[in-house]
């Protein structure tokens, strides 16, 4: 029998965590702070941006959002950025993807301070994770780790196998997994006979961005598997990168889309605004 790993119950407790937290750093005149920047006007990016202000709001932290044109350009971003970076109010910037096709986004994202960097996409904090040093972890990978993390699942020893080579999501995603100790694999385009290297996995990652690419053949008896992937069916309808209906009985474990890794991206970000606020005020 699986069970199904719930990203929202996970999500759930540790914002209550986080929200203790938050009451006692107010308690010491401290208050979180987070700015959000979007450009122009993706309906997925704006969804995404007021998800992020209403858990601010639930836990007590400070955001502010920054609603920029279309067209506007790299320097008046990159001014804003050097603006947020000198605020004592923000101790989180987080600038949404993608950015229009005017604007550099490697430069956008290495404008912020590395002590402000909570997306964790800063080539300073990228190569801190690397070094396995204390850093920034991007949300998303974070978020996978703290969901295997609260449903039991010993990484140590195990047969990690990730779909997908993306700095976002696969790469610091095997990152963390060697520094759980898994032995690790990463897939992509190129790989050859992908089901039959994914069957290796004790641990399956897809993060691919191909509704329900990942079948049973994919799978071996009793794997854990966790699906990053977000996709928009024809119909309206979300659904993962893997065939959820097809492979679950042969999973020990698997996380649903929506409501695994999804809820987990938005938690972490607020975790790593409070600790960036309290890293700011001397406070461990
Ligand atoms: P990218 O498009 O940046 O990367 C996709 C990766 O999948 C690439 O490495 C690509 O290989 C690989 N890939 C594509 N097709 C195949 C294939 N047929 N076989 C094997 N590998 C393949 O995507 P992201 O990493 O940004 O996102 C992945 C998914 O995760 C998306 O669905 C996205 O929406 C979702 N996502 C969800 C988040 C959440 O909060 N839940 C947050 C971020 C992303 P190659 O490198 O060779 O091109």
Redesign the pocket.
């Known amino acids: 029998m699986f069970e199904i790993i719930d990203g929202k119950k996970i999500s759930n407790d540790i914002q209550s965590k986080i929200k203790l937290e938050v009451d006692q750093l107010r308690y010491k005149g401290i208050t979180p702070g987070l700015a959000v920047i979007i450009v122009g006007s993706n309906p997925a990016s704006k969804v995404y941006v007021s998800m992020k202000q209403k858990a601010c709001a639930n836990l007590g932290i400070y955001s502010e959002e920054h609603k920029l044109e279309e067209n506007t350009s790299q320097d008046s971003l990159l001014e804003l950025i050097k603006s947020l970076n000198a605020d004592p109010k923000i101790n989180g910037i987080l600038v949404q993807l993608p950015l229009p096709d005017q604007i550099n986004t490697n430069l956008v994202l290495e404008t912020i301070v590395p002590e402000k960097d909570v997306d964790g996409f800063h080539p300073y904090n990228v190569g801190k994770l690397v070094a396995g040093l204390p850093t920034f972890v991007a949300c998303?990978p974070y978020g996978v780790i703290k969901l295997l993390e609260h449903s039991k699942v010993h990484m140590a020893g195990k047969e990690a196998v990730i779909?997908?080579?993306?700095n976002?999501?696969?790469k610091p995603v095997a990152m963390l997994l060697m520094q759980e100790n898994a032995t690790v694999t990463i897939?992509?385009?190129?790989?050859k006979d992908?089901p039959s290297v994914c069957r290796r996995a004790d641990i399956l990652i897809a993060?691919?961005?191909?509704p329900k690419?990942v079948t049973k053949e994919y799978i071996k008896k009793g794997a854990v598997v966790i699906d990053?992937?977000?996709?928009r069916l024809p119909d309206g309808t979300l659904c993962g990168?893997v065939d959820f209906d097809d492979v679950k009985d042969i999973t020990s474990k698997i996380t649903p889309v929506p409501g695994g890794?999804?809820p987990m991206?938005i938690t972490m970000l607020m975790l790593n605004t409070v600790k960036s606020a309290k890293i700011a005020n001397g406070i461990k």
Request: charged share 15%.
């Open positions: 998303t779909i997908g080579r993306s976002i999501v696969g897939c992509h385009s190129k790989t992908l993060a691919i961005g191909k690419m990053v992937g977000v996709n990168d890794v999804g991206t």
